[in-house]
């Protein structure tokens, strides 16, 4: 699963020409579906206000400022839906869950109260898989383009590898759907392992970035 992934062919982009070109091609229509698959465990999220509630150690400030971003996260999907674009998120998680994780996940349950389609697997689930290297962390729009996101040597977002080969999209997409039939429905995920834990301590935010939900 994802063999040829690292030797595929692929241009690399900036942070601002990833977003161009994908908000570029997403926009065109055609595409069906949004794939993304999510493995990192520790990112800094500046300018994203929930994210500096929770970096600042306010946890309730961090879960209302989630919530604010409810009828965006709707519209987004409404948007979606009318131009015949289905979301799917794949999001990795290690035990025990990063404060990060733990947030982030409190963000992605916003989204899927309005109807995202999100399923989290166990990093534990999948180490025959990660002997060699982690699954990639990718945006896969339909059969067209795929962009694996990039960090930089301190772990910030620094754009994204872009990548047009159709057979190598196709494996992708086909090692994403069998790691997402794998993967839990995230209602039952969150309320099982997440929903009871005590509010993250955080004394320091670890190195990195990434783009805001």
Same mark, same amino acid.
């Given at each position: 699963m994802f063999d040829s992934f690292a030797g595929g062919d692929s241009v690399r982009l900036d942070r601002p020409a990833y977003h161009a070109d994908l908000g570029r091609i997403y926009s065109g229509g055609g595409i =069906? @579906?949004?794939?993304?698959?999510e493995r990192?465990?520790?990112?800094?999220?500046? =300018? @994203?206000p929930?994210?500096?509630?929770?970096?600042?150690?306010?946890?309730e400030r961090a879960l209302v400022l989630a919530d604010e971003r409810r009828e965006e996260?709707?519209?987004e999907l409404a948007e979606a839906s009318r131009s015949g674009v289905r979301h799917r998120r794949l999001r990795v998680v290690e035990f025990p869950v990063t404060p990060y994780v733990q947030w982030e996940l409190h963000v992605?349950?916003?989204?899927?109260?309005v109807g995202d389609d999100i399923r989290v697997l166990d990093a534990r689930a999948i180490t025959d898989i990660e002997r060699t290297r982690p699954v990639p962390e990718v945006?896969?729009?339909g059969d067209e383009v795929m962009y694996e996101v990039v960090y930089d040597a301190e772990g910030n977002a620094d754009g994204a590898r872009r990548y047009d080969d159709r057979s190598l999209i196709r494996e992708t997409n086909t090692g994403f759907d069998a790691l997402y039939e794998r993967g839990v429905r995230f209602p039952a995920f969150f309320d099982r392992e997440i929903a009871d834990l005590?509010?993250?301590?955080?004394?320091?935010?670890?190195?990195?970035s990434r783009d805001c939900r």
């Open positions: =069906g @579906f949004l794939n993304k698959l990192g465990q520790h990112f800094r999220e500046r =300018g @994203f929930s994210w500096e509630a929770f970096a600042a150690g306010d946890w996260y709707a519209q992605l349950r916003v989204r899927v109260d945006v896969v729009l005590a509010p993250p301590q955080v004394t320091s935010v670890p190195e990195g």
